[in-house]
């Protein structure tokens, strides 16, 4: 029986700095990559696991962002530290045009991060 690839927290951060660079030049499906082996080895890290939700809502993946989302917000709860996963949730939403569905999640995160830096 083999033991689990486990990431460093260095490699981790490289890992992350990386696919956000990708991000940030438009060079979303190199993101996408990144983030989803990350998260294959990091599967509880809700950082990970939100920046593999906005690369699949950058790379027009909306179902997927949408169910990295949901998943992640009924395992941790809508508090504003999940915030960010109620704002991809909208965008996706909205570019699965499901707009009253957007709107309310919009809202939820207005309210959550009103009086809180995310």
């Known amino acids: 029986m083999s033991e689990p690839l486990s990431l460093s927290p260095a490699n981790r951060e490289w890992l992350l ?64 530290e999940t915030a960010p996963f109620l704002l991809i949730r909208s965008h996706a939403l909205w570019a699965l045009e499901r707009p009253e569905e957007a709107r309310k999640s919009l809202k939820k995160y207005h309210q959550l991060t009103r009086n809180s830096v995310v």
Do not use: I, M, W
């Open 17 to 80: 700095a990386l696919a956000f660079v990708y991000l940030q030049q438009n060079h979303h499906k190199k993101a996408l990559t990144l983030l989803q082996a990350t998260a294959k080895l990091c599967p509880e890290d809700a950082y990970v696991t939100r920046g593999l939700a906005f690369a699949c809502l950058k790379a027009a993946r909306y179902k997927d962002a949408l169910t990295l989302s949901d998943r992640s917000l009924r395992e941790l709860g809508v508090k504003p």
